[in-house]
Structure formats: structure tokens, C-alpha cells
């Protein structure tokens, strides 16, 4: 099988792991990094251009001012530069000005004889300015060179005026034009970056409410997204998404038909075995017989058991609690009922089954839901405790209202659950012990009742020994 790199492999998985959020603002910022590195370069060239022109305009006053200090005598050349002048030209020892006079090819008059010579110096161009960069003393200087005829017509000569200067105020000069620049345009990219962020999570917004909904929805809500007021590639997801919700939803629902045409396929007969067990054992004399019978009979009333369990499952199950009728119940009433029809069972396994003492005049405890469905959560709590709390345990139901919810507790000291596993056995088909009769759906009924009535289920042990059972249900308001 074909594989792909190594490298390519761990940049993909990079890829992959990485914001879109960042990896969007990442392109969107790179250009402008981009823009603002170019805009410095050409700013600082600028500026250096310009300063350049200011400085050679001011070398080349300083060249020609120089050159008519030079006159021609009979026996030579008369150079008419006061002391007080030199003085002032090499003043400013930060921005020294250099000087030299000369007569080519390489005789030196005056000034500084360490100057560059400008170029073409073998075929000068009369009366023409040379500007040029050149180093002295490793300074980085910027020179002015003027070629000046001098003399008549029988003893004419070329005059070589240079005229030096320090680039340290050039570079000054550009330095202070390009923060003077960059600072703004700095600013300017801070507020583009703002405005590209903003941009950014407005545009993904959509998808983080996508999200949203999808992270919000309980396990077994398949309903369709809503999300016509997004842009069209978001609406493209949620569209995909749809379908694949659809899908999932269809085959969930043929599952579930399936279970509920099974079990109720399955009822009748097993009633009709169950009743001819128990005919049977009342007929019989054989022990041996007996003993298979009340097997049969024990895997019979099972099963009945299992039946029902799974036909109350899918009636809890969101379509089919939908079209239940909701109403006002008196969760009290109900409980009350219920506790009163499980007492005879309970005596029968030897548990003491009870009602916590409330006020004769106690307010009903009033919560909107199905009747049928919340009688059947109630239910399964207590018949989960007769089950397996054991013989000579206690049984206690209480009833209150606190807070806004409705509270039903069943508490038992029997061996109880332990604390790692009272999560796990909301799970369907899961049992913590293998003791007892039941099948592993009943607390799985009860939290899904308890979902399609925006309430809870939870459980904790009991002090000092068994367990608590714990339906938390809004009450019904006004």
C-alpha cells in the first residue's frame, strides 16, 4: 500500500489541527506584513533620495563658491580662502565638511588629499557637476566634484574643486521621514488588522452557531438545522448535515419500529405461556417436573418483562412522546397511587415499602408532562429498588417541591450501586449485578422520560449504606 511521506503526513495532520479562525487571519495579515516591509524599503529610499538632492544642492553652491576663490596668476594660481571660512566649513564635528582643490592629473592644491576622485576623471565634462558616494577614513561621505577651466586661451588649465560631506544628516534625515511615515502607517495596519479580525468572526460566525446547535442538541434529537440566514457555503453544511440527520433518523425509526412490532408480537404469546406455566405448576406432583416448570415459568415472566420494558422505551422515545397529551399532573397524587399499588409486591419480597410523612394539607406538587410516562419513570424507580434492594430493606419515597422543580427521591438500604458505576447504568442493557429480575432498561426508561420533560435522573449513595434516586422535573407554572 502506498503511503505518503513522512513530512507530508505531519504537515497534513498540522493542517488539519489548525484554527481556521488563525489560519484565515494568518493569510490576510501575511500580505500586509508584506506591504509594510516594501512600504519601509521604498520610504527609506525615498527619503534618502531626496535628502541626497537637498545635500548636493548645497555641495554644489559650496563647489562653485569655492571655485571663484581661485584665480589665476602670472606665476600660478591665487586662492583667496580666509582662515575664518575653513574654520567654519569644519565646524560641526558630527557633520564634517571636506574640501579639496586640485589640478588634474593628481596635483594637489588645497584641502583634504584623501578624497575620492569622481569617475571619468580622464575625459571631465567642464563646468558639469559629479555627484557621487565615496568613504574617508571609513566615514561614509557624499562628494560634489566641478571640473573649472582657468586661465586664457595659451595657459589654460582644468581646476578640480571637490567639496565632502558626512551622509550622517542625509541618514538622520531619512530616519526621521520614515518613522515620521511608518508610525502612521503602522497605525493604519493595527486598524486593519482590528477591522480583518472583526471581519473574520463575523464571516465564521455562522459556522460557531452551527456548531452551537449541534453541540446543544441532545443524543437522540435528529430534527433538521436551521440555517436559512447563513451564507450559501454554510447553508451547503447544514443542507449535508440535514441529510445525513434524515438518514440516521429513518434508520433509527425502522429500528424502532421494528422492536415495537416485535414486542408487541411477542406479548400475547408469552402472556399465554406465562398462564399455562402457572397452570401447570398448580397441576403438578412431580418435583422434578416442578422445578423445570418454575424455570419456564421464571424465564416466561422474564421475558414478559423485557417485552414491556422495550414497548415503554419506544413510547418514551421523542416521536411517540411528542404525540403523547400533556396536561397538569399532581406528581404527589400520583406518587402517593403508585407507592399504595406496589406495597403488596413489596411485603411479598419481605421490604418495607413507605411514603416519607408529609402534612396532611400539603400543596399539590404540580409538573406539565404525559401522565402515562411520568407514572411509568416513577415506576421503574421503585420497582428497580424492590428488585434489588434485598430482603428486609426499607424503602422511602418523598415528594416535594424546591425551588422551582418538582423532587421525587427513592432511597433504599439495600447494597446500593457503586459510585463509579451509577452513571453507567443509565446505559441500556447494562446491569450492575447479575442478582434480581431485571432486565437492564429501567433506569434507561427513566432517563429518557426525564429528557422529554426537560428534567434529570441521578443517582447517590445512600448514609449509610443503598442508594437514592433522584427525578428533578420542572414544576408546571401559572
Known amino acids: 500500500m502506498n503511503r505518503p511521506p513522512l513530512l507530508q503526513r505531519l504537515f497534513a495532520s498540522a493542517v488539519g489541527h489548525r484554527s481556521l479562525h488563525r489560519q484565515l487571519l494568518l493569510w490576510l495579515l501575511l500580505p500586509q506584513l508584506v506591504l509594510w516591509i516594501a512600504a519601509a524599503f521604498v520610504t527609506y529610499n525615498v527619503a534618502a533620495r531626496y535628502a541626497n538632492r537637498g545635500i548636493d544642492a548645497s555641495l554644489l553652491q559650496a563647489t562653485r563658491s569655492l571655485a571663484r576663490q581661485v584665480k589665476p596668476l602670472s606665476g600660478g594660481l591665487f586662492i583667496d580662502f580666509p582662515r575664518a571660512a575653513q574654520d567654519i566649513i569644519e565646524a560641526d564635528p558630527d557633520d564634517r565638511v571636506y574640501y579639496m582643490v586640485s589640478t588634474p ?41 566641478l571640473f573649472v577651466p582657468i586661465g586664457d586661451d595659451g595657459a589654460r588649465q582644468v581646476l578640480l574643486v571637490q567639496i565632502a560631506r558626512s551622509q550622517t544628516s542625509r541618514d538622520e534625515l531619512a530616519r526621521s521621514i520614515l518613522v515620521d511615515t511608518l508610525l502612521p502607517l503602522s497605525a493604519l495596519i493595527a486598524l486593519m488588522t482590528m477591522i480583518v479580525w472583526a471581519g473574520i468572526r463575523a464571516g465564521l460566525a455562522p459556522l460557531a452557531r ?40 429513518e434508520s433509527v425509526a425502522a429500528q424502532r419500529r421494528f422492536i415495537s412490532n416485535a414486542a408487541h408480537q411477542l406479548r400475547t404469546p408469552l402472556a399465554g405461556l406465562k398462564s399455562q406455566t402457572e397452570i401447570a405448576l398448580k397441576d403438578n406432583t412431580d418435583p422434578a417436573l416442578g422445578t423445570r416448570l418454575a424455570r419456564v415459568h421464571e424465564g416466561a415472566v422474564r421475558s414478559a418483562h423485557l417485552v414491556n420494558q422495550l414497548l415503554t422505551l419506544t413510547r418514551a422515545e421523542p416521536e411517540a412522546a411528542a404525540s403523547l397529551p400533556r396536561s397538569s399532573v399532581d406528581l404527589r397524587a400520583l406518587v402517593t397511587a403508585l407507592v399504595a399499588d406496589c406495597v403488596p409486591r413489596a411485603l411479598q419480597v419481605g421490604l418495607d415499602l413507605g411514603l416519607d410523612d408529609a402534612p396532611a394539607d400539603a400543596a399539590p406538587v404540580r409538573v406539565l408532562g404525559a401522565e402515562v410516562l411520568l407514572r411509568e419513570a416513577v415506576f421503574n424507580l421503585v420497582d428497580n429498588a424492590i428488585r434489588y434492594a434485598g430482603r428486609g430493606a426499607e424503602i422511602t419515597v418523598s415528594v416535594r417541591a424546591q425551588a422551582g422543580r418538582a423532587i421525587v427521591e427513592v432511597t433504599d438500604t439495600g447494597p446500593g450501586i457503586p459510585a463509579e458505576q451509577q452513571e453507567a447504568v443509565f446505559g441500556r442493557f447494562y446491569r450492575a449485578t447479575h442478582e434480581g429480575s431485571g432486565c437492564g432498561l429501567g433506569l434507561a426508561i427513566v432517563r429518557e422520560i426525564a429528557e422529554r420533560h426537560q428534567g434529570r435522573i441521578s443517582l447517590q449513595s445512600a448514609s449509610p449504606q443503598g442508594l437514592r434516586a433522584r427525578l428533578d422535573l420542572p414544576l408546571a407554572t401559572a
Open 105 to 145: 592629473p593628481g596635483k594637489f592644491i588645497l584641502g583634504n588629499r584623501q578624497l575620492p576622485l569622481p569617475p571619468d576623471v580622464d575625459t571631465p565634462r567642464l563646468g558639469e557637476p559629479y555627484f557621487y558616494d565615496g568613504r574617508l577614513d571609513a566615514v561614509r561621505i557624499r562628494l560634489a566634484a
Open 210 to 249: 452551527l456548531r452551537a446547535l449541534v453541540e446543544d442538541r441532545a443524543p437522540n434529537d435528529l430534527a433538521p438545522l436551521e440555517l436559512e440566514a447563513a451564507p450559501q457555503e454554510v447553508r451547503s453544511l447544514a443542507r449535508a448535515l440535514n441529510q445525513l440527520l434524515a438518514a440516521v433518523q
